[in-house]
């Protein structure tokens, strides 16, 4: 088969954070004997067709260089602030639509998998109205959440997911959050997360390495009550190490919320890391706190579980609220409850059974989010889109 991926998050070298979870699916569709590309929007210029592991990347110029800085760095939503970011967006979408249309008229493609319904999704429903290969979108979370500020956005996304030849989602979550909003029936959308990179998933944790958060350090991810947490517990004689691994426009305030809270010894700020650093940074944690909310998925939080970490996260976490639930390995707690999260962290830190039940449910997680094994499943999602059979 000839996939095409239609992605604006894709790594542009190694150790590159963005879409690395596409890029793990991509690849294992080519060790499955796929032909795989993907087409993802130029970064400040640099365009062009790069092959990495097989995969052809073709790199689509959409702007002037200096305007080309919507993709891959997770800014695209802060520059639709502006007239001139917003006709930036626009010229990206028109300018994926075309290339993946060139692309399908030329027979390179038997289908396109669009990741996130705008801009992909949106790019690839331009290209199918011109008579292009079916299309199918995976729905990944920031895109559902703008379902919920914009009118205009649901209905262009009505339109993108209805006429897509499969609708799939991360979480059941967000398939129950887009179904509303596209009149489709929730169980026509399939729940399939992105794969894990298990090979970097081996180790165990051993427990004794305290709290550790992993993600962006910005207002949705709520870091700040990770720190009240601790701060709580360090009240109380309960004194635990807290890392916090990430980067953002949040750190200085963390920082400084650290400080005053008396827990600047016990914080560590790591910054970002690559993807094979994950399981590294993680390390021996007693507890992977993760209060965001409305996460499409939480796939760090899938990776502390798979490591045999304990998770703590929030009611109103979204996606992430259904990792925690599995097998009784971790808490969902109240949003906005400080003292709940505290009490959630100690009593999963003591645990000896929060530890064993972790630890059997992440051999799990790495069974079912192997890249082999996601890969099989969408294979099964693309060959009935392509004969016309939706999923229920």
Known sequence: MRILHLTHNYPRHNGDLAGAFIER?????VAFGHDVAVLT?????TAGDVTRGGVTVHRVRYAPARLETLA?????ASALGSPVGLATFA???SAQARAARRMAKGGAVDLVHAHWWIPAGASAWLARAGGGVPYVVTLHGTDVALLDRSALARALARRVLRRAAAVTAVSAYLAKKAAAVAGLEAGSIVVQP???????LARASAGGGGVVTVGRLTAQ????WILDAVAALKGRGRPLALTIVGDGPERAVLEAQASRLGIAGETR????VAPDQVA?????????AFPAMGEGYGLAAAEALALGVPVVVVADGGGATEIAARGGAGRVVPAGDANALARAIDELAASPDARRLAAAEGARFKEELDADAVARRFDIVYHRAMAGRRLG
């Open 280 to 288: 590294g940074a993680i390390g021996d944690a007693d507890v992977f």
């Open 221 to 224: 991810k709520r870091v700040g």
């Open 91 to 93: 010229s990206l979408v």
């Open 41 to 45: 929007p130029s970064d400040a210029g």
């Open 194 to 200: 992105m794969p894990l990179d298990t090979r970097r």
């Open 72 to 76: 891959h760095t997770g800014t695209m």
């Open 25 to 29: 699916l991509a690849l294992a569709q």
């Open 269 to 272: 700020f790591v910054g970002a």
